[in-house]
């Protein structure tokens, strides 16, 4: 089955977030006090906005980020044999070297800290847990683009002790006045200091100053980082992980469901976050669609108890055209050592595909493709294809994706990306060696809904820069 595909050089970026809230709350992780609910919701906005980068090169950048990401995440694997409990002193050296986190990402996150509040960007990743930015002093910290958070000038920063709850979910620690961590990632990028909370502020810069657009959060556990090396990070000042695990702004909230919805990857509008209480109304609002009839599928989430930070579903197969790849359902499973299965990641940009399924994928593409193969490489992905140049329309073949629970047919702009001015057309998909990754490119338009109570996902096709 073919239709027309309208060719468009998809932009890939890193995004900007501006923070709208809705109601303030507290917690206090010391007493594990009950949270308040709350509600909020960011704004995401190209990075890559006004520079001089084509259209292409900005998918290309992505690509490259998205490489070394999918390399960090196989070291994880290889290395989880090794993680054990990780908490305590004792640990030598090399046991705080091997413990490997993704990292990096192509969000960016506005956010304060402290009391009176600095403001900074931090990447998002939903790969991680650690919450972390740069602190003074610095024995060594990267170039950042905002001032250095010194905790000595906020009034509501504490240390962590060492029998803290928060201490005793980190990977790796040391005790050394106060709980000491340190994470290393897979390009040597690493960050080291001491665990503490304090009050962590979202509202949008541009506000009025009386408080009403802003939320803060007490006793929010985070890193505050003193050595601090790398270059992974410096178009940001931190991390903020939203991963499954107790360390993460995810579960520090305490909300059971957060959602984003991404625009089109070339678009110059506004992307959207939601956490907490308006995740069901926006919702609401994208599953009603204008009185359209819209296909929402819903499928589990899966715990991997080697990789418990990572969201994974159960993918079952593909079709590319009218053909289902011949691929048993066995091909996609999650082994019982933590290796195989999918993820699904905000951080990665395009799908990586396990090999031996990527290579049904290419076969199936190339054989109903009516355009010769691009064999340069310029591109940087796996499968190009030659096209005429200035063309508008071209027949391609549908894809979908059988999630458990419901398939997943994807529009050709989450798929496939073009460059009409030097006649070039690739699949937005590449092969990786062990897990599976489901990327940004191909949920965009669609309202991506984590519900951690109910264990699912849901993907609503929506048009995200209505909301």
């Not at 996150?109 to 998002?124: E, K, R, T």
């Not at 979202?202 to 506000?207: L, M, P």
């Not at 702009?413 to 057309?425: K, P, R, V």
């Amino acid at each position: 089955m073919h239709y027309l595909l309208k060719l468009t050089v998809f932009a890939l970026a890193l995004l900007c977030f501006i923070v709208s809230p809705i109601v303030s709350t507290s917690r206090n992780l010391l007493n594990e006090a009950k949270v308040a609910k709350i509600g909020f919701r960011v704004e995401l906005k190209h990075v890559d906005h006004g520079t001089n980068y084509t259209k292409f090169e900005r998918i290309q950048r992505g690509i490259g980020r998205g490489r070394s990401r999918l390399q960090r995440m196989n070291a994880m694997m290889i290395l989880a044999s090794d993680s054990g409990s990780g908490s305590g002193s004792g640990l030598d050296s090399n046991d705080v070297e091997t413990k490997v986190q993704p990292g990096n990402g192509e969000f960016l996150m506005s956010l304060a800290i402290g009391s009176p509040p600095n403001s900074f960007n931090a990447i998002m990743d939903t790969g991680s847990d650690l919450i972390w930015t740069q602190c003074k002093p610095c024995e060594q910290c990267f170039d950042q683009p905002t001032p250095v958070f010194d905790p000595s000038t906020s009034s509501t920063f504490s240390k962590l002790s060492c029998s803290s709850d928060l201490c005793h979910d980190l990977h790796t620690s040391t005790c050394d006045d106060g709980c000491q961590y340190m994470y290393t990632y897979g390009d040597y990028s690493s960050t080291q200091g001491v665990l503490a909370t304090d009050t962590f502020t979202f509202g949008s810069e541009s506000g009025s100053g009386s408080g009403s657009d802003k939320v803060s959060v007490p006793n929010i556990g985070f890193g505050c980082g003193a050595d601090n090396e790398g270059s992974g990070f410096n178009q940001g000042s931190g991390l903020v992980g939203l991963g499954r695990g107790p360390l993460s702004l995810v579960s520090q909230l305490d909300e059971p469901k957060f959602s984003y919805c991404l625009t089109s990857i070339d678009g110059s509008k506004t992307s959207t976050l939601l956490m907490g209480s308006l995740v069901d109304k926006n919702t609401n609002l994208s599953s009603q669609n204008e009185g359209k009839s819209v296909n929402i599928v819903t499928t589990p989430l899966v715990q991997n108890p080697s990789q418990p930070s990572f969201y994974y579903l159960t993918l079952e197969g593909i079709s590319v055209g009218s053909t289902k790849l011949p691929l048993t359902k066995d091909t996609f499973a999650l082994n019982d050592d933590g290796s195989g299965g999918m993820i699904i990641d905000s951080g990665t940009t395009i799908t990586y595909l396990e090999e031996s399924i990527f290579s049904h994928v290419k076969k199936s593409f190339i054989s109903q493709m009516d355009l010769p193969l691009d064999d340069s490489g310029s591109a940087g992905l796996d499968l190009c294809f030659k096209m005429p140049k200035d063309t508008t329309n071209l027949e391609v073949p549908k894809m979908i994706f059988h999630f458990k629970g419901g398939n997943l047919d994807m529009p050709s702009e989450n798929y496939l990306i073009g460059d009409t001015s030097i006649g070039i057309l690739c699949l937005a998909m590449g092969s990786s060696s062990g897990m599976s990754i489901l990327g940004n490119v191909q949920q965009q338009n669609m309202m991506v809904v984590y519900d951690l109570a109910k264990e699912s996902l849901s993907f609503i096709p929506t048009q995200c820069d209505a909301l």
